[in-house]
């Protein structure tokens, strides 16, 4: 089930914290939601599952409209909010046999969804405690199960592995992934490796507008825009490898990482590569090229680029 947003915009009071947001996520996509505090991330999550009401564009969720049937389009979303709003003092199966009726979960079918939930959310061994007894970590898979219990075609998660601890982390990223094969899911996260490694697509929103979108990949080389290459040569007089590196045409830039061991830090020209150029010049002047790697713009790199601001 697809997710269209086109032209979404909200203020409140002077702020906009939405300005003409436009996008789509396809179904069995996994979509990290990334920007500073404040960008409009929350907002737009919100509005997309109808918790509130726009001040411009529409939203469609499969072939429903978020503006004219909120109702219809609950039933295929399931929430994860960042506060992780829960029933603290109820037990986890009484909350759970509570989600799932306000979800319309048949009777008949109510106990084998809170079973593969449980199951799939890895809380087995906490079942039978209350809320207000789990640590924060088993808290949140509690809010995750909640938002699955329904099976939803689409599913938004707002900062879905806060408070977890590294281990629990991974295991909730591969269960994203595996969901992500036949859902919709909009990611939200501060952590940019858990977005690095869990989405197939990235979306960058800063001040309530799209700064930036596509793969990491993608992501990496529109932000570089020059080849940086670290590289370290043997066999010759460090100054005389520095001047000849610098008279190529191809590099536009050469500084020393260290001067001892001839290691350096090349930055070709725009649209260039010097790699070819570099391994040449070696084997002309009988110099040993032992290094030659491309040093890849981190995803960390991408996001305050372009969000420092």
Known sequence: MDVVVENLTKTYGTQKAVDHLSFKVKTGEVLGFLGP?????????????????????????????????????????????????????????????????????????????IREVIRVCGIQKEKHKKI??????????????????????????????????PNQIVEIRELIKKIGREKTVILSSHILAEVEATCDRILIINKGKIVAEGTTEELRKKSQAHEVLKVT???????????????????????????????????????????????????????????????ETKLEDVFRKLTLN
Not at 45 to 64: H, Y
Not at 89 to 100: G, H, R, S
Not at 103 to 113: D, H, L, S, V
Not at 276 to 295: D, G, M, S, Y
């Open 37 to 113: 505090n404040g960008a409009g991330k929350t907002t737009t999550m919100k509005a997309i599952t109808s918790f509130l009401i726009p001040d411009e564009g529409s939203i469609r969720v499969g072939d429903f409209s978020v503006d004219e049937q909120a109702e219809e389009v609950k039933k295929h979303i399931g929430y994860l909010p960042e506060s992780n709003p829960l029933y603290e003092e109820m037990p986890i199966i009484d909350y759970l046999k509570f989600v799932a009726k306000v979800e319309g979960i048949p009777a008949g079918q109510m106990e084998e969804k």
């Open 132 to 165: 207000s007894e789990l640590s924060k970590g088993y808290k949140q898979r509690v809010g995750l199960a909640q938002a699955l219990i329904h099976d939803p075609e689409v599913l938004i998660l707002d900062e879905p592995t806060t408070g977890l601890d």
């Open 233 to 295: 040569i043997e066999e010759g007089d460090v100054n005389d490898i520095f001047n000849a590196l610098q008279a190529l045409d191809e590099i536009d830039r050469v500084d020393f990482i260290d001067r001892e061991n001839a290691e350096f830090e090349i930055q070709s020209r725009s649209d260039l590569s010097a790699r070819r150029a570099i391994f040449n010049l070696c084997v002309e002047k009988h110099w040993i090229l032992t290094q030659l790697t491309p040093i």
